[in-house]
């Protein structure tokens, strides 16, 4: 989804960090679910909260971030277009 030469760091966090990072980041109170930060063109981080619920759903809404999607239908869609390719049961 992001290409062979893309490096992704993956970080499993509890929900201090999540808070300091939403607080930090994105000017939000509260702990996050998850969050992603594209670093260049070919790398990025995500950060999914360990007490969430879907981390695998989580996880492909992030790797759609760091492909620059924005909230939205487009993105709703392509979301609703890879589980189905994949067949995934989220």
């Known amino acids: 989804m992001l290409g062979k030469e893309y ?3 993956l970080v499993f966090a509890d929900n201090v960090l999540m808070k300091e990072l939403n607080k930090t980041y994105r000017k ?10 594209p670093l260049s063109k070919t790398m990025g981080e995500i950060f999914i909260n360990k007490k969430a619920a879907r981390p695998d759903y989580l996880f492909l809404h992030s790797l759609l971030h760091l492909r620059g999607f924005e909230h ?5 869609d392509e979301e609703k277009k890879i589980i189905k390719n994949l067949k995934l049961k989220i």
């Not at 939000?28 to 930060?37: D, H, I």
Request: aromatic residues 6%.
């Open 7 to 9: 490096d992704l760091s």
């Open 28 to 37: 939000k109170g509260g702990s996050a679910n998850v969050l992603s930060f």
């Open 72 to 76: 939205g239908r487009k993105m709703d």
